[in-house]
């Protein structure tokens, strides 16, 4: 800043307090450190008879003993300064401390000057917070929508410090320093922190102009929409690390894990040497688990609060919030934390998958009509869960309970859909089915709460289908719904199942009347019309049937890459252009679903004309798309089946549960274990 500027008030409360004296030796090497990290230090000069200050910024040159040589930061257009100004002292900035100096001047000319260091400066000034100086972060400074531009020249978490510079056509008269402003600090066209800000106070530059500032949210952020029930956090032995570049400074910060969860973590800091600003955005940190492993994540801070502590230094603990990691590694971090928290536990863990399909059988999971369906294809079927079980893909998470190498209990999930995940394949042991059972029905519940927040899982919804006579999913899934009594938190759809035998269906065409087509946007706002009157729950949001995301292909795509099988068509059966019936044909490896609900079409009956022929019409269109001749289908609503005349052999109801209203599932299921007798 070689343009001369006048003393700021940060200069003047720098330049009171308590002086302690320092060594020209202990100088010379803060002067050493400073050239070495390419910074300045501070010179005043003081008019010689208006008696004024004028501060000038100054590199000093290597020093190695009394005689210190700087060079101008900018040295133009200093000579007239010059001759009217005579040099006062040297200012030493460093993050925590304010040093003193009066040396005797040697030379002073347009290129620099010579000084004579003294045996001794002092120590004028101890920031309670040390400021730290940022490297390339852009300001955007938003008040009554004007917009100012500079960058941050330095922060600490409770306060910082900006230079913005006019436009031809701008004043800073427009900035109103009783009123707040939104700050929005960038670095490479990233966004680094956005908040609403109170102004601190400011110099009197007139094309240029300092601004200290102060977020107003008090320390704490709110990342999420609140819960009650959170992920459970937990302490790690020995505790794991973060390492990462600060975003504002670029330097390397290390500190240790006090506590984590899936979905963030907290540390400890120094109050006088804090770092980790609220609100804050930390691009990439590692966690660093005692050097066995590594994982990467993208990060918020979200509070900065003190601790109580009966040490000479203040400390203040901070919540760090995982915005996104990758699934793999998340699958590791959970892991783990699971296995700390309960040792039967295991999510994702290698299964010797001879105990598993025992287990399958043994438990009744796999029961005799059940297997009788797929036992022409178990060879195929064997090899897909090989596939699922020990390359633990990141579209499949699978919870054992298992106690001395005995699996008790068990429970999956896959992303069938682009942002839901379906639960699965529950079961548990004959002897310990209710502990086993509620065991990874909390294991699962775990994982939703530690994983819906992190971006790579996609996971806006949960889904599930059940049978209604099946007593403990319709006590947990249904109940909460019925006693929710709000379908778009929580909904409740009952689908008739039968299967479909196309070779023994006639082959004659629809009347002329009718037509199968494939699916467009207004067929598609025209089901969710209909399935708004009939039910106003959450099923076409979670199954990728709304306008937005019907065409979507990226987990197709997913499940291409990793080996497996994922297709989906879309038809409209419509009578003279009127929509009557919907399919959504999903096509999937057989077993992937044991029921095979994701290897069947789901038909949608919108109208009382769809009767038996001309459903079957339709199916014998779909069938097509299948090998094999008997088709598992759902049929909703499950009250059409009868008026289709069709044998429906069991009913399966579909549950949804929206995200944002955890709470609410967390809260139903605390309430209803302290009743059940495990």
């Avoid at 540390?267 to 050097?291: C, H, K, Q």
Wanted: charged letters at 25%.
């Amino acid at each position: 800043m070689g343009t001369p500027v006048a003393t700021t008030s940060d200069n003047t409360e720098a330049t009171t307090g308590k002086h302690n004296y320092v060594t020209r030796r202990f100088i010379v090497n803060k002067l050493n450190y400073i050239n070495f990290q390419n910074r300045t230090v501070q010179v005043n000069l003081r008019h010689v008879k208006y008696d004024n200050t004028t501060i000038l910024l100054a590199s000093p040159l290597p020093c190695s003993g009394e005689l210190l040589e700087c060079s101008w930061e900018e040295p133009s257009e200093l000579g007239t300064l010059l001759r009217t100004h005579r040099f006062q002292n040297l200012l030493i900035l460093d993050e925590e401390k304010l040093y003193l100096v009066t040396p005797k001047v040697l030379r002073l000319d347009e290129s620099g000057m010579s000084l004579q260091l003294p045996e001794n400066g002092c120590e004028v000034f101890s920031r309670k917070i040390c400021r730290h100086p940022c490297v390339g972060i852009a300001v955007r400074f938003i008040q009554n929508s004007i917009l100012f531009t500079g960058f941050l020249a330095d922060f600490n978490p409770v306060s910082f410090r900006i230079k913005l510079e006019l436009s031809p056509d701008q004043t800073f008269r427009w900035i109103d320093g009783e009123t707040t402003a939104v700050i929005i600090l960038e670095a490479e066209g990233s966004l680094l922190y956005s908040g609403e800000c109170r102004i601190i106070r400011h110099d009197a530059g007139q094309s240029r102009r300092d601004y200290v500032l102060e977020p107003i949210d008090n320390g704490n952020r709110r990342r999420f929409r609140p819960k009650k029930y959170r992920s459970t956090r937990q302490e790690l032995i020995p505790a794991p690390t973060i390492e990462f570049r600060h975003p504002f400074t670029r330097r390397k910060i290390t500190l240790k894990i006090l506590d984590i969860s899936g979905g963030g973590f907290s540390v400890e800091e120094t109050s006088r040497v804090s770092v980790l600003l609220p609100g804050m955005i930390l691009p990439e940190i590692e966690l660093n688990f005692a050097g066995s492993f590594r994982i990467t994540c993208r990060c918020q801070v979200i509070y900065r609060n003190p601790v109580e502590t009966t040490g000479e230094e203040s400390l203040v603990k901070c919540g760090i919030a995982i915005l996104n990691m990758d699934a793999d590694d998340h699958l590791k971090l959970l892991s783990l934390r699971q296995q700390a928290a309960n040792r039967k536990s295991y999510i994702g863990a290698s299964v010797e998958m001879d105990a598993l399909w025992n287990f399958f059988f043994a438990s009744g999971f796999v029961y005799p009509g059940k297997y009788a369906y797929f036992e022409s294809n178990k060879e195929e079927i064997k090899r897909l869960y090989d596939k699922l079980y020990d390359q633990s893909p990141h579209i499949a998470r699978h919870f054992i309970y298992q106690d001395r190498g005995v699996i008790l209990g068990h429970m999956a999930m896959i992303r069938f859909f682009e942002n839901s995940w379906l639960i699965h394949h529950h079961a548990a042991s004959k002897n310990e089915s209710m502990r086993a059972g509620v065991a990874v029905l909390n294991q699962i519940g775990q994982f939703i709460n530690d994983s819906h927040a992190i971006g790579s899982l996609r996971m806006n919804y949960v889904l599930c289908y059940f049978r209604p006579d099946n007593k403990f999913p319709d006590r947990i899934f249904g109940g909460l719904a019925r006693n929710l009594k709000a379908p778009r938190e929580c909904s409740l759809d009952t689908f008739a199942y039968f299967h479909f035998h196309p070779e023994a269906q006639p082959a004659e065409e629809l009347p002329s009347t009718w037509l199968i087509e494939p699916a467009d946007i207004d067929d598609l706002r025209e089901l969710s019309r209909f399935y708004r009157h009939t039910s106003g729950g959450l099923m076409l949001d979670a199954v990728d049937l709304t306008p937005d995301t019907a065409t979507c292909r990226k987990l197709t795509d997913e499940y291409r890459k990793l080996g497996f099988k994922k297709e989906r068509y879309l038809y409209s059966l419509k009578k003279e252009g009127e929509l009557k019936a919907f399919a959504m044909v999903n096509i999937s490896d057989i077993g992937l679903n044991m029921s095979n609900l994701t290897n069947c079409p789901t038909i949608i009956i919108l109208g009382d004309e769809v009767n038996k022929v001309i459903l079957s019409r339709f199916l014998s269109c779909i069938a097509v798309k299948y090998d094999g001749n008997e088709l598992p289908v759902l049929l909703y609503p499950a009250t059409h089946a009868m008026k289709c005349s069709v044998s429906t052999e069991k009913l399966y109801t579909l549950w949804v549960l929206d995200m944002q209203y955890t709470d609410h599932y967390f809260r139903y299921l605390e309430n209803l274990i302290k009743h059940i007798q495990l």
